[in-house]
């Protein structure tokens, strides 16, 4: 195919450049029009020097062009490529068959720099699919079937790179990914909001309920934190202090019974900003569900908040590398740790020994329980909460086990600390975790 070339354009580079960029996927035209030929033949380029960043291509038949010479010669090649003569270029132009990859960068031919952001002309093809072409038309001009296959040209502040177009799909890519992610998370914190002024005792939920409807915009402001902005003429005030709401939800996660809490602040009588405080050592990756909320169940607010565990999910209880440092017996079993916590067992359990022997234990049954006096002094290596399950394993091999009775509470954990954790199995096997007044959020 022959290409009728434009006329009129100077062969030297103006004073102002002027960049166009043309971009096309080779599979969307007829084949052959977007050969490597055709779409330099299709310009008019005065002689240059060029750099050559990516070569991989396959040569006519008959050509006497080596091409695996000149793909090591561009591995050999220090710097930021591999300068090729004007000749060169125009030899790998008459004797291509197929550019699957190749990246070329076409300066004047009395410059003497070696940087490709000052080249006039860049031509691209990438993966045998797809075809750019960035040109200064100062100095490069074009045939008008070069610009029917390939244009329309978008103006560009400069002759760019793959790795740089790559890089701005990459942060393209990522920006969008944040800004869904930011959409969805805006979207929860709603639902959470929501549940909890529908759950709240207090007078003003229902105008605060009428505060969320009004909101348009939920937006990170720190460490789980967001900002809520609100329609001013649609939000009516509130008479509560500024600071967060008096009646505070707490949420558990999949792996812990009492994650943190939600606190709703209030400023100047409308919601500001929504802070999910953690109680675990590390900070939540994830926001909570609406059906992972813990309301209080008494009525002094601040005095106790209990969640019932449904999930199956193992907990890590905070005692590895505790010993044991008492174990007390009376018409129940309890086994203090080093750190202070404690676990109580009102029903049976079971130890199994280094040897694998295990045995039966009964709170009010003395002789069965000499076995767990061994414990003394015991390093623990870790201890797990798998439902209505607890399980403590000490390094040296021995395995402590409660689990639920059907007709009486069954087993306490009591766990001090900034969470000030307890843990109940209630009879039939529900599991009940309390924070105590005095813990505090990470």
């Given at each position: 195919?022959?290409?009728?070339?434009?006329?009129?354009?100077?062969?030297?580079?103006?004073?102002?450049?002027?960049?166009?960029?043309?971009?096309?996927?080779?599979?969307?035209?007829?084949?052959?029009?977007?050969?490597?030929?055709?779409?330099?033949?299709?310009?008019?380029?005065?002689?240059?020097?060029?750099?050559?960043?990516?070569?991989?291509?396959?040569?006519?038949?008959?050509?006497?062009?080596?091409?695996?010479?000149?793909?090591?010669?561009?591995?050999?090649?220090?710097?930021?490529?591999?300068?090729?003569?004007?000749?060169?270029?125009?030899?790998?132009?008459?004797?291509?068959?197929?550019?699957?990859?190749?990246?070329?960068?076409?300066?004047?031919?009395?410059?003497?720099?070696?940087?490709?952001?000052?080249?006039?002309?860049?031509?691209?093809?990438?993966?045998?699919?797809?075809?750019?072409?960035?040109?200064?038309?100062?100095?490069?001009?074009?045939?008008?079937?070069?610009?029917?296959?390939?244009?329309?040209?978008?103006?560009?502040?400069?002759?760019?790179?793959?790795?740089?177009?790559?890089?701005?799909?990459?942060?393209?890519?990522?920006?969008?990914?944040?800004?869904?992610?930011?959409?969805?998370?805006?979207?929860?914190?709603?639902?959470?909001?929501?549940?909890?002024?529908?759950?709240?005792?207090?007078?003003?939920?229902?105008?605060?309920?009428?505060?969320?409807?009004?909101?348009?915009?939920?937006?990170?402001?720190?460490?789980?934190?967001?900002?809520?902005?609100?329609?001013?003429?649609?939000?009516?005030?509130?008479?509560?202090?500024?600071?967060?709401?008096?009646?505070?939800?707490?949420?558990?996660?999949?792996?812990?019974?009492?994650?943190?809490?939600?606190?709703?602040?209030?400023?100047?009588?409308?919601?500001?900003?929504?802070?999910?405080?953690?109680?675990?050592?590390?900070?939540?990756?994830?926001?909570?569900?609406?059906?992972?909320?813990?309301?209080?169940?008494?009525?002094?607010?601040?005095?106790?908040?209990?969640?019932?565990?449904?999930?199956?999910?193992?907990?890590?209880?905070?005692?590895?590398?505790?010993?044991?440092?008492?174990?007390?017996?009376?018409?129940?079993?309890?086994?203090?740790?080093?750190?202070?916590?404690?676990?109580?067992?009102?029903?049976?359990?079971?130890?199994?020994?280094?040897?694998?022997?295990?045995?039966?234990?009964?709170?009010?049954?003395?002789?069965?329980?000499?076995?767990?006096?061994?414990?003394?002094?015991?390093?623990?290596?870790?201890?797990?909460?798998?439902?209505?399950?607890?399980?403590?394993?000490?390094?040296?091999?021995?395995?402590?086990?409660?689990?639920?009775?059907?007709?009486?509470?069954?087993?306490?954990?009591?766990e001090p600390g900034r969470a000030r954790l307890d843990i109940d199995v209630l009879t039939g096997g529900e599991v009940v975790a309390r924070t105590l007044p005095g813990g505090t959020p990470s």
């Open positions: 195919m022959s290409f009728r070339r434009r006329s009129g354009r100077p062969a030297t580079r103006r004073p102002q450049p002027d960049f166009v960029t043309y971009h096309r996927f080779i599979g969307s035209q007829p084949t052959g029009v977007l050969e490597f030929r055709n779409v330099v033949n299709g310009m008019m380029i005065p002689p240059l020097r060029w750099l050559v960043t990516d070569l991989d291509m396959v040569a006519l038949p008959h050509s006497d062009l080596d091409v695996l010479e000149w793909e090591q010669k561009l591995r050999d090649s220090s710097g930021a490529g591999l300068w090729i003569t004007d000749d060169d270029m125009r030899r790998f132009v008459r004797d291509n068959h197929q550019m699957i990859d190749g990246e070329f960068f076409g300066s004047p031919i009395d410059s003497t720099t070696t940087d490709a952001s000052q080249a006039v002309i860049r031509i691209d093809f990438f993966d045998s699919t797809t075809v750019t072409v960035t040109l200064d038309r100062s100095v490069i001009g074009t045939s008008w079937e070069f610009e029917l296959f390939l244009g329309p040209g978008v103006a560009l502040p400069g002759i760019g790179s793959r790795d740089e177009e790559t890089a701005a799909q990459q942060r393209r890519a990522q920006d969008e990914q944040r800004r869904a992610q930011e959409e969805r998370d805006g979207q929860q914190i709603r639902a959470l909001v929501r549940a909890c002024l529908q759950n709240a005792r207090i007078d003003e939920a229902p105008a605060l309920l009428t505060q969320l409807d009004a909101v348009v915009d939920v937006t990170p402001s720190g460490r789980r934190a967001w900002a809520l902005a609100l329609e001013r003429d649609e939000a009516p005030r509130v008479d509560l202090p500024d600071g967060p709401l008096p009646e505070t939800p707490s949420y558990r996660t999949d792996a812990e019974p009492v994650g943190g809490e939600l606190l709703i602040w209030v400023h100047d009588g409308r919601m500001q900003m929504v802070e999910l405080a953690w109680f675990t050592d590390a900070m939540p990756t994830e926001l909570p569900r609406v059906d992972q909320l813990v309301f209080p169940r008494s009525e002094t607010p601040g005095t106790e908040r209990t969640v019932t565990n449904t999930t199956s999910a193992t907990v890590q209880l905070h005692v590895a590398g505790d010993t044991v440092d008492a174990i007390a017996i009376d018409t129940a079993v309890t086994v203090r740790f080093s750190s202070g916590a404690t676990l109580r067992f009102e029903t049976a359990f079971s130890l199994t020994e280094t040897d694998g022997t295990h045995t039966f234990m009964e709170p009010g049954d003395p002789p069965s329980l000499l076995p767990l006096l061994a414990l003394h002094t015991k390093v623990v290596e870790r201890g797990t909460v798998t439902g209505a399950r607890i399980a403590v394993r000490f390094a040296s091999g021995e395995l402590l086990e409660g689990w639920s009775h059907r007709d009486r509470p069954s087993w306490h954990w009591s």
